[in-house]
Nanobody, 119 residues
Framework: QVQLAESGGGLVQSGGSLRLSCAGS????????MGWYRQAPGKQRELVAF???????LYADSVKDRFTIFRNNAQKTVSLRMNSLKPEDTAIYYC?????????????WGQGTQVTVSS
């Protein structure tokens, strides 16, 4: 059974930083593309960042140069470092597994973690 467990969400002031982590189990982590998505109230879920098996990364334009995705295959974790946070980054952030560079959305999802950025 695949499980993705997110952690690290919370409340932060505008301009602040947070780091999200996702621990994966039930998958061959080192052979699995991993990503982060987010969904704000009233909006569709959107890709934030993706990292391939080979370490190639994709970012949404809105987070480029502010967010960094990285993976640790030994610990089976994928993390998202978020700097210079803005109120519009407020959303539930979901860990995703199983995607590729061509199709970043994989079939496995975590439960989500809330990120709230106050102005």
């Amino acid at each position: 059974q695949v499980q993705l467990a997110e952690s690290g969400g919370g409340l932060v002031q505008s301009g602040g930083s947070l780091r999200l982590s996702c621990a994966g189990s039930g998958i061959i982590f080192s052979s699995t593309g991993m990503g982060w998505y987010r969904q704000a109230p009233g909006k569709q879920r959107e890709l934030v960042a993706f990292i391939s098996v080979g370490g190639f990364t994709l970012y949404a334009d809105s987070v480029k140069d502010r967010f960094t995705i990285f993976r640790n295959n030994a610990q089976k974790t994928v993390s998202l470092r978020m700097n210079s946070l803005k109120p519009e980054d407020t959303a539930i952030y979901y860990c995703n597994a199983g995607g590729t560079l061509r199709t970043p959305a994989g079939q496995y999802w975590g439960q989500g973690t809330q990120v709230t950025v106050s102005s």
